[in-house]
């Protein structure tokens, strides 16, 4: 009785150069389910740095920079996770260098990261061009602004009054109020023309004393200018805490696909990443 032994078929040649988009996509699944739910509980604790709500005016720089900082942090634990499944599930490279393996892992982690960035980016387009042609269909162009959202606390002091009927529609009011209000944070400031143009609409529409609709329109002129400053400098910081999340998001997307190809072959992590290899050490030290 003979037993033929099996004949294994030797592994696959995969050149250093060449993707494979199985492990990126894979990497890049995972590191947008992450982002998600990071994104997610940052906001339900309270972190964000913009907000249509007129108590966001309230919050100190610190919550700004704090938010700032979660973000970043989310950002480098969702693309170095993504880079790592695609480092550790990647392929082995035969006949090349580890220097070229190690640039090929690199180069799955970015390949992780871009496609991360574009599927998050064409879902907020998605998103955000539903929402514009919504809005748009059920509101006609006179009766929108722009500045409801930013400024609809103003608008509801502006034309506040205890003897309107409930059922009266003041949204095209509203809607030319808003838009006269953006004027007031130029440099030149509210012209003459539309202060007294709001005057009178206050008049006509709250039945105040003529002195009276002048204090509340330059109150409410006031608090726009000052809410609308403060919505230009949490743009700004989230824009530059976006930015800064990318950028060092797909630096840890790199490190992490090298990492994870360095396990995936049983070698040791680089030496720029001599602390993270202390686990590797303690387990050499049990055996």
């Given at each position: ?25 894979l990497g ?29 005016r ?59 960035v574009?599927?998050g980016?064409?879902?907020?387009g ?16 006179a ?17 506040r ?25 130029g ?79 049983g ?12 686990f ?8």
């Amino acid at each position: 009785m003979t037993v033929e032994n099996p004949v294994l078929a030797p592994p696959a040649v995969v050149a250093p150069g060449m993707v494979q988009w199985s492990p990126v996509v894979l990497g890049a699944l995972a590191a947008a389910a992450l982002s998600f739910i990071m994104v997610t509980f940052g906001a339900t604790i309270g972190l964000g740095v913009t907000s249509s709500s007129p108590t966001w005016r309230d919050a100190s720089a610190a919550l700004w920079i704090l938010s700032g900082i979660y973000l970043v942090l989310q950002a480098v634990l969702s693309f170095g996770f993504g880079g790592y499944i695609a480092g550790r599930m990647r392929a082995p490279v035969t006949a090349a260098t580890s220097e070229d393996v190690e640039r090929a892992d690199g180069a799955h982690g970015l390949a992780v990261w871009a496609l991360a960035v574009v599927m998050g980016a064409i879902l907020a387009g998605l998103v955000g061009s539903a929402v514009l042609q919504r809005s748009s269909s059920s509101t006609p162009a006179a009766r929108s602004s722009a500045a409801e959202p930013l400024l609809s606390y103003e608008l509801d002091r502006l034309f506040r009054s205890a003897r309107r009927a409930p059922n009266v529609d003041m949204s095209a009011e509203r809607a030319e109020a808003g838009r006269i209000l953006l004027t007031a944070s130029g440099h030149n400031g509210m012209s003459a023309d539309d202060r007294a143009y709001l005057v009178q609409q206050v008049v006509a529409t709250t039945g105040l004393a003529a002195a009276d609709a002048e204090r509340r329109v330059d109150s409410v002129v006031a608090n726009s200018a000052a809410a609308i400053a403060r919505s230009r400098h949490s743009t700004v910081i989230l824009a530059f805490s976006v930015a800064t999340a990318l950028l060092l998001g797909a630096v840890a997307a790199w490190a992490a696909a090298c990492a994870g190809g360095r396990h995936r072959d049983g070698a040791p992590l680089p030496e720029w990443m001599a602390h993270a290899n202390a686990f590797e050490r303690r387990r050499a030290v049990v055996r």
